[in-house]
């Protein structure tokens, strides 16, 4: 059953709107990030990973953001041209704001954590004079990232990306994506992240994320209930991810489907979540079945969680197919659904 109606007739599947910045995950990894001392870089920061993404499954992709002006802005420039992502809405800060900057460390194959850069930093100030409705018009989708509501100006140039969607049926996505840095407090969380959540077709997060965006509106309900809440404000589906105990992804017309993560030797415990967003996301624009959609987005997030980068390492659609066949020889044919 279709749930969403993506319009294939547009230029654009999908327009992430967001932060594009810089990962540097250690080569000598297994070991604390202050004994790490060689890094590789590679692009990054959430949205613009489900970017790259999108496009490695074919998919037709813009992106709305800033960038420095400096050789890291061309960096990214680069690194999405050559995945084939538009960048005609991607623009230079002009006030000397920087890219930002993750480092990871890798610990073990369980205990990963993220060192995160983000003071004056370039993604933060996109404006709302750098909103174009025509841009936004001609994408069958709009994939908010909710670190883009921590700070303004971009918060308000969020909002107005939204008003663009609604007035031009664009569907709405919301990843949650919630990072401690720039956020004043979780009230303030619970505000920007609630008013996208009341107007998104699809919504994406961790039981933690949810309890963040319903703090003010919603508090204290389980996973059933938060789905129902946010179908009665309009969300058509509503994907609560539990980590290593799987998702769930609650649907409009009372349904609910169900999947567990893929077994694989770990490497590390971040970027799973843009493989999942992305390959789940792909699956609804092709017309599958729920549980097949599920089924996608947790192969893609066991991919990458057992390689070295996120962007650099999102698989094509017949990457993942192979490797979920290779699983189901393995370990059966039911293993991961829910």
């Known amino acids: 059953m279709g749930y969403i109606d993506f319009d294939k007739n547009r230029r654009f599947d999908i327009v992430p709107l967001g932060r594009a910045a810089i990962d540097l995950n250690p080569t000598d990894y297994y070991k604390p990030l202050n004994e790490s001392t060689t890094f590789k870089k590679y692009l990054g920061g959430s949205p613009a990973n489900i970017a790259v993404g999108m496009a490695r499954l074919g998919k037709k992709v813009g992106f709305i953001g800033k960038v420095s002006d400096d050789q890291f802005g061309t960096f990214i420039e680069n690194r999405f041209r050559s995945e084939g992502i538009d960048v005609s809405n991607l623009v230079r800060a002009k006030n000397g704001e920087k890219l930002g900057l993750t480092f990871t460390e890798i610990k073990s194959e369980t205990e990963s954590s993220i060192l995160m850069y983000r003071d004056a930093i370039a993604d933060l100030e996109l404006d709302v ?5 025509e841009y936004i018009k001609n994408s069958a989708s ?38 401690p840095y720039s956020w004043k407090n979780e009230d303030e969380i619970s505000i920007y992240y609630s008013t996208v959540a009341r107007e998104a077709d699809i919504i994406l997060g961790s039981r933690e994320e949810f309890d963040l965006t319903g703090k003010l509106i919603c508090p204290g309900m389980d996973d059933e209930e938060t789905a129902r809440y946010w179908h009665k404000c309009g969300a058509k589906i509503v994907v609560i991810k539990h980590g290593k105990e799987g998702s769930t992804a609650y649907t409009d ?30 699956g609804l624009m092709e017309g599958w079945d729920l549980q097949d959609c599920l089924e996608f987005g947790s192969a893609e997030a066991a991919m990458l969680v057992a390689s070295h980068a996120c962007s650099e390492d999102m698989p094509g659609v017949e990457a993942v197919k192979a490797f979920i066949k290779e699983e189901k020889e393995q370990y059966g044919e039911m293993v991961a659904r829910g």
């Open 129 to 133: 004079t750098e909103i174009d409705e």
């Open 142 to 179: 709009l994939l908010i990232s909710g670190t883009a509501l921590s700070k303004s100006p971009s918060r308000e140039a969020v909002l107005k990306a939204l008003r663009f969607a609604k007035r031009n049926g664009t569907v709405v996505i919301f990843d949650i994506d919630y990072r």
């Open 253 to 282: 017309d009372g349904n609910n489907y169900s999947i567990k993560p893929f077994p694989v030797k770990l490497l590390k415990s971040f970027g799973g979540g843009d493989g999942y967003a992305s390959a789940f996301l792909y």
